[in-house]
């Protein structure tokens, strides 16, 4: 299963980094790299970097795309599209300063659960990143 980190880059240094995403990619990381002594560092730095967002706002958008597929369900925060014939597993968890999602589908699949293209995804573990909006669907 992947792991995505989905962030909403501030509209300034979104326009700065379109066409060098692997700077942010590479900032962000060592973000997430940060032992627990420097957490205050980090979070200092990814308030400068991202935009906050609407949880629930964010919540109730990604409920209403959602709500009429028959493997969707939605279990406290948290967002679950289970579809036992394909084997697919999708878990979508909104935080104030990130959309975590994980999934074992096709990652490029990932724009019909999201309600915004206007993100900046990275995989750590498997060193990915793209904007949502330069994504090809398929």
Not at 28 to 46: H, M, Q, R, V, W
Request: aromatic residues 16%; glycine residues 2%; contains cysteine.
């Amino acid at each position: 299963m992947r792991t995505f980190y989905v962030f909403r880059i501030s509209s300034d240094l979104s326009v700065l980094m379109e066409d060098t995403p692997y700077n942010l990619y590479k900032t962000l990381e060592s973000i997430y790299l940060l032992n627990k002594e420097s957490a205050s560092f980090g979070k200092d730095l990814l308030d400068q970097l991202i935009t906050p967002l609407e949880k629930d706002k964010i919540s109730k958008t990604i409920y209403e795309l959602n709500k009429d597929n028959d493997f969707y369900m939605k279990v406290g925060d948290k967002h679950k599209i289970i579809n036992k014939y394909r084997k697919e597993q999708t878990e979508i968890e909104v935080k104030n300063s990130h959309i975590l999602l994980k999934t074992n589908a096709f990652y490029k699949n990932i724009k019909n659960f999201l309600p915004s293209n206007y993100f900046f995804v990275c995989d750590f573990a498997n060193k990915d990143y793209f904007w949502l909006s330069k994504l090809v669907q398929c």
